[in-house]
């Protein structure tokens, strides 16, 4: 990954984990995951192209990624309002 993109991605949750806030979150996790992406068919639709997008990518803790495996990001933070927020404040906070 592109040392850019990457700073770009620890920017929007200030180095944390994206879903426990953990200051060591070194893993680039998929907000939503590579799995949820084929299941929900999202290459053939206008998101095609968008799933290694800035957009959809997150720090995360090794716990939280080794966790949240596949599920919904919703299903795991257990709050979809909470998941959802914090998605749109983060990609907020580099203009996205």
């Known amino acids: 990954m592109l040392q850019n993109k990457l700073l770009i991605i620890a920017q929007k949750t200030n ?18 995951s590579k799995q949820k992406w084929k299941d929900w068919d999202l ?20 716990k939280c990624n080794l966790s949240k495996k596949d599920k919904c990001p919703e299903d795991f933070i257990g709050n979809s309002w909470v998941c959802w927020d914090r998605y749109e404040r983060a990609n907020h906070r580099i203009n996205l």
């Open 15 to 32: 180095g944390r984990c994206f879903y426990c806030n953990n200051k060591k979150a070194y893993v680039v996790d998929h907000f939503i």
């Open 43 to 62: 290459e053939n639709t206008p998101l095609k192209g968008e799933l290694n997008d800035i957009k959809n990518l997150f720090l995360s803790c090794q």
